[in-house]
């Protein structure tokens, strides 16, 4: 195979919002996979942790995407900030020639703030509108001033991180509006894009995974990657899991695709795009959560 064949996003130049952890990690190592430079940003550094107070760091990120043959550039950077997203880009730019052709919004940060079981006006108001600005406010910021770098270009491709193909009630008031906006962001940008003349290579969507064996899952399971199949005992639709690279591997794929302006303003999932691109996850399984349960 050329390198071309192996590394089809040899060259390019990606940012993932929110890659220390989950999907936004398994993204950005795939991307590096693919041959991209991959700047990886967040607020955990091995020196500074965020209000998750997870172990995960932004360094051990783009050191994967190193060791997978990308190019990975930890960045600290909270992107509810809009100063600091704009000094981001103004980096990016100066450091790879005004070149920016992936973007995708993985924020997230809400997981100590979803109380599930408890009804929305018992819930902390506080919380709740935290949530919105790191997980919607943040997508809104990042994009804001990426857009101009991509405009100037004439092409780019913008990924919002969601969770779920549909609009079904997701169990939680302020998650449901978390998920279903970033959907929502997609497609209004889209729309806007269409509008541009000079934007018809600019594809923007939104991507989901199945039931996602992150990190913070295989803890709460109490288990590792190696054994991961000890916890469908607790839980048997952890059977059909899947890793947050096979997400990454999908986004890749859609990166690579010329075509990929026919997916523009929808809201992809990942087993559906598996059998699109003949993407097995990384133990050669290919998890098809839609075909086992319905997508709440």
Not at 22 to 43: D, F, N, P
Not at 46 to 66: F, G, H, Y
Request: aromatic share 6%.
């Amino acid at each position: 195979m050329t390198s071309h064949q192996t590394q089809p996003l040899c060259g390019q130049v990606a940012l993932v919002a929110g890659a220390t952890r989950g999907c936004g990690r398994g993204i950005a190592v795939e991307l590096g996979a693919a041959g991209a430079t991959v700047y990886c940003t967040g607020r955990t550094t091995r020196t500074q942790k965020s209000p998750m107070n997870r172990p995960e760091t932004i360094e051990e990120t783009a050191e994967l995407v190193d060791a997978a043959g990308g190019s990975g550039i930890a960045v600290q950077v909270d992107h509810t900030e809009p100063a600091q997203v704009e000094s981001l880009v103004a980096r990016i730019s100066e450091e790879q020639g005004s070149r920016l052709d992936i973007l995708v919004n993985d924020v997230w940060g809400g997981d100590d703030l979803t109380p599930w079981g408890r009804r929305f006006w018992e819930q902390s108001l506080e919380n709740g509108l935290l949530m919105l600005r790191q997980a919607i406010h943040s997508h809104i910021v990042t994009s804001r001033f990426v857009l101009p770098l991509m405009l100037a270009r004439g092409t780019g491709l913008i990924v919002e991180v969601t969770d779920g193909n549909n609009l079904n009630y997701r169990g939680q008031l302020y998650y449901d509006l978390v998920k279903t906006s970033v959907m929502r962001l997609a497609l209004a940008l889209d729309y806007e894009l269409r509008q541009h003349n000079d934007a018809n290579s600019i594809t923007s969507l939104a991507a989901t995974p199945g039931y996602l064996r992150s990190e913070a899952m295989l803890d709460r399971f109490g288990v590792k990657e190696a054994n991961w199949r000890d916890a469908i005992d607790q839980d048997v639709d952890f059977a059909v899991s899947e890793t947050p690279r096979f997400l990454g591997r999908v986004v890749a794929a859609l990166a690579a695709d010329p075509h990929v302006a026919r997916y523009a303003g929808q809201t992809l999932a990942s087993w559906d795009l598996a059998r699109v691109y003949q993407v097995d996850d990384v133990d050669g399984r290919r998890p098809d959560w839609g075909s086992y349960t319905p997508v709440n």
